[in-house]
């Protein structure tokens, strides 16, 4: 059994000044396995903040869960009551750094104290206990913790941030963590430093992640499955190196060649053709078929199912049996 299995999960956002409803997730269907690193791509709109924000269930209006499962270690957590859910889930088993979130810490509150106020929201008491877990994990993301716990967040860079918040997120020893865009805004060498970051505490410490980008090139160092979204469905899932170097899915294929590379030459990249689907509008058939080199008629009438192909699955007719 995976730890997270996310099954045909529809979330929509009402739009009254519209008068219509649009749906940002259309039907995911994902596993995510114990201890591994899932990296979770797609372009802006595709869906990929709106399913981290279904998991940790902080959809705001005008968004809704319409419909679907989310399970974890077995558990329905949708199903859960929401101080349940808050209490014994949130942070506890699932843990969120958000888009952005650099800016998120307290500008008057030391690092330290960062840590202990998180603990006691949790009704974790022991001080001592908290700085030795905190001075631990600050290590664990490259940080000097006698430095480090004592400046407030202006005296830290950006990535010093990023780390500090990894950090905090993982105090309360979460199955799942999910980083949203953990690199955006950092420039070239400061991501790879947060890269090896994440990859170092999926080894040491075990912990599930997905890993949430925009970028499908940042992905192949550290995930072992890669997922992509289009149009607020996964349209390709496997093992990364078999979607990176093999795509199956005519979108991914196209990303992949869309993505500047520092070792490729610049010359190699092809932008995508066309633009993504609006999705207030009514869409039939394959989502990617305006911009596909390979539609055919039935692409235009009929959406694919996700197709097992060996460990892969693709949506996409091409690969229909
Ligand atoms: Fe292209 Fe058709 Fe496949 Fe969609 S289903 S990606 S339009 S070939």
């Known amino acids: 059994m995976a730890l997270l299995e996310i ?9 009254p000044d519209l008068g219509i409803e649009v ?8 596993d995510v396995d114990r201890g591994e690193v899932l990296g979770l791509v797609g372009e ?21 869960l319409q419909s679907g499962h989310i399970y974890l ?49 949790h009704g974790l008491a022991d001080r001592r206990e908290v700085e030795r877990r905190a001075a631990e994990l600050l290590t664990a993301t490259g940080l000097d913790p006698s430095r480090v716990l004592r400046l407030y967040p202006h005296q830290l860079s950006g990535g ?10 993982l105090l309360l020893e979460p199955l799942l963590l999910i980083l949203d865009e953990p690199t955006s805004a950092l420039d070239v060498v400061t991501q790879a ?9 999926n080894k040491k410490l075990g912990i599930t992640i997905i890993f949430i ?8 160092s550290i995930a072992h499955k890669i997922a992509v979204m289009y149009a607020g469905k996964i ?24 993505t500047p590379s520092l070792y490729a030459d610049i010359s190699m990249v092809r932008p995508i053709p066309g633009e993504p689907p609006s999705m207030t509008e009514r869409m039939t058939g394959c989502p990617f078929w305006p911009r596909c080199p390979y539609a055919k008629d039935v692409c235009k009438g009929e959406e694919p199912v996700l197709y097992q192909i060996d460990n892969r699955k693709v949506a996409c007719h091409l690969w229909r049996s």
């Open 213 to 220: 980008t925009h970028d499908i090139s940042l992905t192949p």
């Open 235 to 258: 349209v390709e899932v496997g093992p990364a190196e078999k979607v990176i170097n093999e795509p199956l899915h005519p979108y991914v294929s196209a990303l992949i060649s869309s």
């Open 73 to 121: 270690d077995g558990v329905d957590i949708l199903s859960l009551n929401e101080s349940v859910f808050d209490k014994e889930y949130r942070w506890r088993r699932i843990a969120f750094v958000p888009q952005a979130s650099q800016n998120a810490l307290n500008p008057t509150m030391r690092v330290l104290d960062h840590f202990l106020d998180t603990a006691r929201y």
């Open 160 to 169: 010093m941030k990023q780390r500090v918040l990894i950090a905090l997120s």
């Open 44 to 64: 802006s709109g595709s869906g990929k903040s709106t399913l981290a924000h279904a998991i940790m269930r902080i959809l705001k209006p005008p968004a809704y």
């Open 193 to 201: 430093s947060i890269l090896k970051v994440i990859s170092d505490i």
């Open 7 to 15: 099954r045909d999960l529809k979330v929509t956002y009402r739009m």
């Open 23 to 30: 749906a940002a997730l259309r039907g995911v269907d994902l």
